[in-house]
T-cell receptor
Framework: GAGVSQTPSNKVTEKGKYVELRCDPI?????LYWYRQSLGQGPEFLIY????????DSGLPNDRFFAVRPEGSVSTLKIQRTERGDSAVYLC?????????????FGEGSRLTVL | DQQVKQNSPSLSVQEGRISILNCDYT??????FLWYKKYPAEGPTFLIS?????DKNEDGRFTVFLNKSAKHLSLHIVPSQPGDSAVYFC??????????FGTGTSLTVIP
């Protein structure tokens, strides 16, 4: 596609449930990022992939969060045993390489609400 | 620990005047800086960037200034237009990997 695509756009779930959020980056972009944005805050880094491997996962808040990118394209962010504090907009971005000289292209986000 | 700070949550400017959005950072290793613009219910869109080897970068109505000694950057929009009304985020990275974002400044351009 022309841009970064994220599905679902909205997800409402109950506390304790498992959630998967999908990101389809711009074709050919090797770098993929997941961010989380809470109300009134800026995007908070979660994890960064270069190709298939997670180059930096230092932003994942705890072991309930996990992300994969098995073929170096589509990525899935997985959240186990969701908590109300996980409610946020989850943003995915891709870029053509390392950030220096290449900006991030963001999707529209997946809004997660945990009841 | 907020490494990138935007201390003004909101700014209102008259159409045609200059808008100045400010950003401060704490990490001296940051060497690449970007500004993003965000409309409601959309993802952030890239606006302009600057690397640490420069102190100014201009693109049309948008100019970014970098003061490395003060660890400060600013975005100037002139002349401001109503369509510029949005939330503006600055972001910084060291060696182009993880990007740190500020909390954003909501700009309102009054017609």
């Amino acid at each position: 596609g022309a841009g970064v695509s994220q599905t679902p756009s909205n997800k409402v779930t109950e506390k304790g449930k498992y959630v998967e959020l999908r990101c389809d980056p711009i074709s050919g972009h090797t770098a993929l990022y997941w961010y989380r944005q809470s109300l009134g805050q800026g995007p908070e880094f979660l994890i960064y992939f270069q190709g298939t491997g997670a180059a930096d996962d230092s932003g994942l808040p705890n072991d309930r969060f996990f992300a994969v990118r098995p073929e170096g394209s589509v990525s899935t962010l997985k959240i186990q045993r969701t908590e109300r504090g996980d409610s946020a907009v989850y943003l995915c971005a891709s870029s053509s390489g390392t950030g220096d000289g290449g900006e991030l292209f963001f999707g529209e986000g997946s809004r997660l609400t945990v009841l | 620990d907020q490494q990138v700070k935007q201390n003004s949550p909101s700014l209102s400017v008259q159409e045609g005047r200059i808008s100045i959005l400010n950003c401060d950072y704490t990490n001296s290793m940051f060497d690449y800086f970007l500004w993003y613009k965000k409309y409601p219910a959309e993802g952030p869109t890239f606006l302009i960037s600057i690397s640490s080897i420069k102190d100014k970068n201009e693109d049309g109505r948008f100019t970014v200034f970098l003061n490395k000694s003060a660890k400060h950057l600013s975005l100037h929009i002139v002349p401001s237009q109503p369509g510029d009304s949005a939330v503006y985020f600055c972001a910084a990275s060291a060696s182009g990997n993880q990007f740190y974002f500020g909390t954003g400044t909501s700009l309102t351009v009054i017609p």
